[in-house]
């Protein structure tokens, strides 16, 4: 899953124009730890319930969506113990994904600290960053990740909290 590319943008063989390159990126917290919330089952329906930690992540992802005109993050899921964010870059040099990922755990950590100071790391130091070369896969997954949260036991990183 995971996939990078030098290229600054790719084709998008159904219209044979030129697309941003797109990125669906996963990080995780630190030894996969449930610290952002956690998942509880209601009426049938999976509900994320934040930690403190999780409030102030999710308070701050509008402060990441529009730090730049460079970079965008389309659409995002907070789950328990991970972060999903589409990310559209508009122009792509191979370093950017490790700048921007490195960015936002930071952005994301100030935010954290003000509410609960930590001596422990929060987040693991891997990622993933799956390229999206097409328009329609790229429409899909932004849907997708806006119901994430419901369906949570399907996630490959799903640890259960004992209470789903």
């Not at 290229?7 to 610290?35: C, E, G, V, W």
């Not at 930690?51 to 389309?74: R, T, Y």
């Not at 422990?120 to 997954?141: C, G, K, M, N």
């Amino acid at each position: 899953m995971y996939i990078k590319s030098g290229n600054a943008s790719h084709a998008d063989k159904t219209t044979h124009t030129l697309m941003p390159h797109t990125q669906l990126i996963t990080f995780r917290t630190y030894q996969n730890q449930l610290t952002l919330g956690s998942i509880h089952s209601k009426n049938g329906r999976n509900i994320w319930v934040p930690s403190d930690w999780g409030l102030a992540v999710d308070a701050a992802m509008p402060q990441l969506k529009s730090f730049s005109n460079v970079i965008f993050i389309d659409s995002y899921s907070i789950m328990p113990n991970h972060i999903h964010m589409l990310v559209i870059f508009r122009s792509y040099q191979p370093r950017l994904t490790n700048w921007f990922i490195s960015y936002s755990k930071q952005v994301l950590v100030q935010r954290m600290m003000r509410v609960r100071p930590a001596a422990e790391p929060i987040w693991d130091l891997a990622y993933t960053a799956q390229s999206i070369r097409h328009s329609f896969t790229q429409s899909a997954v932004s849907m997708s990740l806006k119901e994430h949260q419901a369906h949570w036991q399907y996630d490959d990183l799903y640890v259960s909290n004992g209470t789903d």
